[in-house]
């Protein structure tokens, strides 16, 4: 191969690197909203209704928060700050 299809070849590589990245993060991100759902159901509702859709909240749970001190939500729920991240989610 040339320069060229070398360099095509090591994207197709890298693409198909990241396409199995992106499934195991979606699919993780919504274990984790099973696993909120389960134990915090109220909260859980409460997020999804403000969010719009479950695949919403699960991404918007694991983006960094600055209310929680820079920790995503799942983080936050994982020190046991709840009412922080009922504070969060209502807008308090």
């Given at each position: 191969m040339n320069m060229m299809g070398d360099?095509?070849?090591s994207f197709?590589?890298?693409v198909s690197e990241i396409?199995?990245?992106e499934v195991l993060r979606d699919t993780a991100r919504l274990?984790?909203?099973d696993e909120f759902e389960a134990n915090s159901s109220t909260l859980a509702r409460v997020a999804i209704a403000n969010l719009g859709s479950r695949e919403?909240?699960?991404r918007w749970m694991c983006i960094k928060q600055k209310r929680l001190a820079g920790r995503c939500v799942y983080e936050a729920l994982a020190e046991g700050d709840l009412d922080d991240v009922w504070d969060l989610?209502?807008?308090n």
């Open positions: 360099q095509i070849e197709r590589e890298i396409s199995k990245a274990r984790a909203l919403r909240a699960a989610i209502v807008g």
